[in-house]
């Protein structure tokens, strides 16, 4: 299990968790990466790959789940493009687009790449001697329902559920993707937004009161959701599937 995050210490509290559920069967490489500096990830990233896809590696099975992203600007769309913050808000913006999109599909090209051969050049022979390869992209129903004050979420989700939408049409073999809505989840961007004085008025109390009715899921609970629909392996390449789906 490879795992990657910009923050060393819970990255290495992750592993150690992974190593101690796994009761043995299940090893860890951690990488401390920045996933917004575009300039940096091609190399590091295809570093991480290399070191996994050397000539002596064999796989039956190989997966990638593809979490990282970050809320960005929180606000009424236009103020995106406010003149007295005109460089900082830009920059904020990049930053955004950079990590929850483009360093996204980027990083689910380069996977599939590492572990498959274009579906063109893969021959019925070929076939059995390839790993089955499985791309999650970590969605929201924001990619689906456009929520007033969070434009900039909602546009890079919707972008990362399109081009995993697009992936799972082209790769024929071997291959599936699937975009999973984790729902409503227990985590710090949720607390963020049940006290941001800026998100819309409505959302922010459906946040409040869900959080105060207990309705917020843990982080374990939609996992293991997320395993049995990898385990189960009876999803459409390239659909979005949301918590309450299943």
Request: proline fraction near 4%.
């Amino acid at each position: 299990m490879v795992l990657i995050s910009r923050s060393g210490g819970p990255l290495r509290e992750a592993a150690r968790m992974a190593e101690e559920r796994g009761c043995g069967a299940v090893t860890t490489r951690c990488h401390e990466m920045d996933l917004s500096d575009l300039d940096a990830v091609p190399d590091e990233f295809r570093s991480v790959l290399e070191s996994s896809s050397g000539a002596d590696a064999r796989y039956d099975s190989c997966l990638l789940v593809n979490n990282a992203g970050s809320l960005g600007p929180v606000g009424l769309a236009p103020s995106i493009s406010s003149f007295d913050e005109m460089n900082n808000n830009m920059q904020e913006l990049r930053r955004a687009v950079d990590l929850n999109f483009t360093s996204s599909i980027w990083i689910s090209a380069a996977f599939t790449n590492t572990f498959l051969p274009s579906s063109s050049k893969i021959c019925a022979s070929m076939t059995a001697q390839l790993p089955l390869v499985r791309v999650i992209n970590i969605s929201s129903l924001c990619a689906l329902v456009p929520f007033p004050t969070m434009s900039i979420y909602c546009a890079t989700k919707a972008g990362r559920d399109m081009f995993h939408g697009v992936l799972g049409k082209e790769q024929k073999q071997n291959f599936k993707a699937l975009n999973y809505a984790p729902g409503l989840c227990d985590t710090q961007m949720s607390q963020y937004l049940a006290n941001c004085s800026v998100l819309d008025n409505e959302l922010h109390e459906y946040y409040v009161t869900s959080k105060g009715e207990d309705k917020w899921i843990q982080p374990e609970e939609t996992a293991k959701k997320l395993v049995r629909i990898i385990t189960m392996d009876e999803y459409e390449s390239g659909s979005h599937v949301d918590y309450w789906d299943v």
